[in-house]
């Protein structure tokens, strides 16, 4: 979901996505699949930096910190390492050859859309 903070990212995010898709129908007449994966607030190093933010500016710990960048998605959790693994390692799998042009949203449920 484009945010104005992050308005260069969110612009080359959105260019990358559009390249992709283009590239994905010339490519899959090879076998070759071009797919986005679409990652939302993974347990990373990236939110452990976001949850050390969140302490010092509410003054909280570091459990409370978590379960409020938790509680901002609908699986109320945030996603595993080893799930986003297991579904890049699918979309790279011979079982996914037909599948191309896609952008999967890893999110625990964060977008709200219907495609």
């Not at 484009?2 to 007449?29: C, D």
């Not at 986005?36 to 969140?54: S, V």
Request: aromatic content about 6%; proline content about 4%.
């Amino acid at each position: 979901t484009p945010h104005a903070a992050m308005g260069l990212s969110t612009a080359a995010r959105g260019g990358l996505t559009a390249l992709s898709k283009a590239l994905s129908r010339e490519a899959i007449v090879d076998n070759v699949t071009i797919n986005n994966l679409l990652p939302e607030r993974f347990d990373t190093p990236r939110q452990e930096f976001m949850a050390q933010r969140l302490m010092l500016e509410h003054a909280i710990s570091r459990d409370e910190a978590r379960a409020r960048i938790a509680a901002t998605l609908p699986a109320n959790r945030l996603g595993l390492p080893e799930e986003f693994g297991a579904a890049c390692a699918f979309l790279c799998s011979a079982k996914a050859g037909f599948i191309t042009g896609l952008n999967l949203q890893l999110d625990g449920g964060a977008y709200a859309g219907l495609i």
